[in-house]
């Protein structure tokens, strides 16, 4: 609910920014003509206290012109940023600018880091701000730069995405409407045609996949978007199922991955790994059990064979699993093969 306080800011605030348009375009109004003003609208004395605002708050360069009879900038090129914020909203500003070098290589980072620009660079430090007093620049006050060399969001590698399969892709989703293109199996070494309906766009670990249904294999899958080429729409409709949400279909921490089979994983976890597999969420049905001292034993259910396999050897002697059967037999004939490889002469005996 707006209070008269906040409608009073408004209108103080509109006519700044009137008085602001009138003094850059060197139009050189006098009081008279600003009382006049039906964008101004206020009395002779609240235009003197405003344009006193102006100069001692803002720093606007306000002059008095004897030649033309009116008030102007006295630097040509002043103008104020049309945004009014405070620190810890230009704070965020500038870190959600460093976030979106997590969309570089599509077409949607010149767009974000364009908006995120203009926000931060137009935009003037709140002088109602207790800290904020009159012997404070606030345009220096607005520079807070720092923040991108001391908060730092990692890209784990470029992969571009076309920007014509973008914009196909999107105007697609957008009417629900079938699509083909060809995908890049083994790195380039062949191109296989696909028929699609394309449900979502998701990113994962620096990555973009396209999710949807296979027509040809009848399948819910991912493609990687930068190994697509070629898409065009075609004149088909789809409808969309209910389940359709990727993140309906994986409930752990394993990025864009989808397994076939459901199954029971459990494994015990020791040392180091312990307080990372708290925190963790992987899986329906999860369940931490403390395991003697410094260990414990993760479950849950899932269909994320292959990742976790990938997470347990990474945690070395850390990490043993414990189900189901074909997970353990995996793990285990990974590791006696990298013990081959380390060992020769010991395993082949």
């Not at 597999?277 to 049905?285: D, L, P, Q, S, T």
């Amino acid at each position: 609910m707006s209070t008269s306080a906040d409608k009073n800011s408004l209108v103080i605030y509109r006519r700044i920014l009137r008085l602001d348009e009138l003094f850059s375009a060197e139009r050189y109004p006098s009081i008279r003509e600003l009382i006049n003003d039906e964008e101004v609208g206020a009395s002779r004395t609240t235009i003197f206290r405003t344009i006193e605002f102006m100069r001692d708050q803002l720093h606007a360069p306000v002059v008095f012109d004897k030649e033309k009879g009116g008030y102007c900038y006295s630097e040509k090129a002043f103008r104020l940023p049309s945004l009014f914020t405070t620190e810890q909203e230009l704070f965020a500003i500038t870190l959600m600018r460093n976030m979106a070098n997590k969309l570089n290589g599509t077409p949607l980072y010149e767009g974000a880091n364009s908006i995120l620009n203009f926000i931060r660079n137009n935009t003037l430090r709140n002088p109602n701000e207790r800290e904020f007093s009159n012997d404070k620049n606030p345009h220096e006050d607005a520079k807070i730069d720092w923040i991108e060399n001391r908060y730092v969001f990692l890209n784990e590698g470029e992969f571009n995405v076309e920007n014509e399969t973008w914009r196909i892709i999107s105007q697609a989703m957008k009417v629900n409407r079938q699509i083909e293109f060809e995908y890049n199996w083994q790195k380039g070494k062949r191109w296989v045609k696909i028929d699609f309906n394309p449900w979502q766009v998701v990113n994962s670990r620096g990555r973009w996949y396209l999710w949807g249904f296979d027509i040809g294999t009848k399948q819910r899958r991912l493609f990687l978007l930068d190994l697509i080429r070629g898409v065009r729409i075609v004149s088909k409709d789809f409808t969309m199922p209910k389940d359709f949400d990727f993140r309906k279909h994986t409930k752990g921490m394993f990025g864009a991955f989808i397994g076939e089979k459901e199954c029971h994983f459990k494994a015990k976890f020791s040392g180091w790994a312990v307080p990372y597999i708290k925190r963790g969420i992987w899986g329906e049905k999860q369940k931490i059990e403390k395991s003697g001292d410094d260990a414990v034993i993760l479950s849950f259910v899932g269909t994320e064979l292959l990742p976790f396999l990938h997470m347990i050897l990474s945690y070395g002697k850390n990490a043993v699993p414990l189900e189901p059967k074909e997970l353990v037999d995996l793990w285990r004939d990974n590791i006696l093969a990298s013990a081959e490889i380390a060992f020769p002469y010991h395993t082949a005996t």
